[in-house]
């Protein structure tokens, strides 16, 4: 049994790939696939992502605005609606906020707007007891840096498709966050990223999609979906000398552990 910790189900192409979600989830279950996270990245994407999971129990969510998602028109002076973030997050469904953090990488314009939206989003985690989906990039000291300041480690998380140093790992580490392992360790050009993966206790790590990008070796160049978690996990299982269903029974008990509010 594997979980793919973070997947944008909303934004899987259902005109040709997939017939509706039950194709996916489906596709997903015969490569040994049971859960997965469906990763929120507008509080205006949410409601219509919110409707595509219902009834689906092996499906969770997270609810969050992502630093790559500045839309003016809404943002205007605000960093973040924060009722309507609390509103959303407080269903039950969901079980962790997020996706958020810091992108100076892409969006070094918006670094102020990010930089109150990533406090607030961790104030809120903090609030409904609830971990964090973190996302960061080209932004490693500040992100630490905020974390430690508001107190992520009162609820956690997770750095989500990381790609960053060892170091920026063990700081995350200590502070009671979780690694996630995306396709891009597959990739030939990875090999810094291997090397880290390989440092990191199993404990501690959990592998993803991110679908429907990054798809993994050997599926590159089409569109990534949950079920390629198969290929990631394997991967990661020979890199770190292990069998699959130990890397599978490890990284499915860390997801849950992670995201208690989350019922198998």
């Known amino acids: 049994m594997l979980v793919d910790s973070h997947c944008h189900l909303d ?11 039950d194709d996916v989830v489906n596709k997903a279950k015969s ?78 314009e918006t670094k102020e707007w990010q930089i109150e939206c990533f406090r607030k989003q961790i104030r809120i985690a903090k609030q409904l007891n609830k971990p964090l989906i973190i996302h960061t990039r080209n932004a490693r000291q500040e992100t630490l840096d905020i974390m430690r300041e ?32 995306s396709g891009i360790v597959t990739f030939k050009n990875a090999k810094e990223l291997q090397a880290v993966i390989k440092e990191i206790p199993l404990d501690r790590l959990l592998v993803e999609t991110d679908s429907p990008y990054l798809a993994p070796i050997p599926h590159r160049g089409q569109e990534n979906e949950p079920a390629f978690t198969a290929d990631v996990a394997m991967f990661v299982a020979n890199l770190k000398g292990v069998s699959i269903e130990e890397l599978a029974r490890v990284t499915t008990d860390n997801f849950f552990t992670l995201f208690s509010q989350a019922k198998q």
């Open 150 to 181: 508001e107190g992520a480690d009162q609820v956690g998380g997770v750095l989500h498709c990381f790609t960053e140093s060892i170091e920026m790992a063990e700081e995350a580490m200590k502070m009671g966050f979780y690694i996630s392992v």
């Open 31 to 108: 490569a040994g696939i049971d859960y997965m996270m469906s990763v929120c990245v507008t509080l205006k994407d949410y409601p219509a992502m919110a409707e595509l999971i219902k009834g689906y129990d092996q499906v969770f969510s997270s609810c969050g605005v992502h630093p790559l998602y500045y839309d003016e028109k809404i943002a205007g002076d605000q960093s973040i609606d924060e009722a309507l973030l609390l509103e959303y997050a407080s269903d039950d469904k969901v079980v962790a906020i997020g996706e958020t953090g810091l992108d100076f990488f892409y969006a070094p």
């Open 11 to 21: 934004r899987l192409d259902y005109t040709k790939k997939h017939t509706d979600l």
